[in-house]
Nanobody
Framework: VQLVESGGGLVQAGGSLRLSCAAS????????MGWYRQAPGKQRELVAT????????NYRDSVKGRFTISRDNAKNTMYLQMNSLKPEDTAVYYC???????????????WGQGTQVTVSS
């Protein structure tokens, strides 16, 4: 299973970016997915999660009302729409997926390589 993020970049404060995370390889079932971020010198933190069907989402308080997580299961892709970006949102953003590779198999944890988001003031 490979997770590939895209959509990061440099944006001014108040701007928007849309991150994508595409899953490929052998995936029988992709369950919950999430976005994490890690700023320099800080621990990785959870940004948002979404259930397998997309019916339930959760966000860290600092991004509520500004970020929206979504997924397109037909494309095995998850998104993070980020609006009203702030300099403190600057970090490497990682996608995470809980995947069952084969029927009856274990639920395993997969990570993407990360995409840099830089918000200038």
């Amino acid at each position: 299973v490979q997770l590939v993020e895209s959509g990061g970049g440099l944006v001014q404060a108040g701007g928007s970016l849309r991150l994508s995370c595409a899953a490929s390889g052998r995936t029988f079932s992709i369950n919950a997915m999430g976005w994490y971020r890690q700023a320099p010198g800080k621990q990785r933190e959870l940004v948002a999660t979404i259930t397998s069907g997309g019916g339930s989402t959760n966000y860290r308080d600092s991004v509520k009302g500004r970020f929206t997580i979504s997924r397109d299961n037909a494309k095995n892709t998850m998104y993070l729409q980020m609006n009203s970006l702030k300099p403190e949102d600057t970090a490497v953003y990682y996608c995470n997926a809980m995947v069952i590779v084969v029927p009856g198999g274990w639920l395993s944890d997969y990570w993407g390589q990360g995409t840099q988001v830089t918000v200038s003031s």
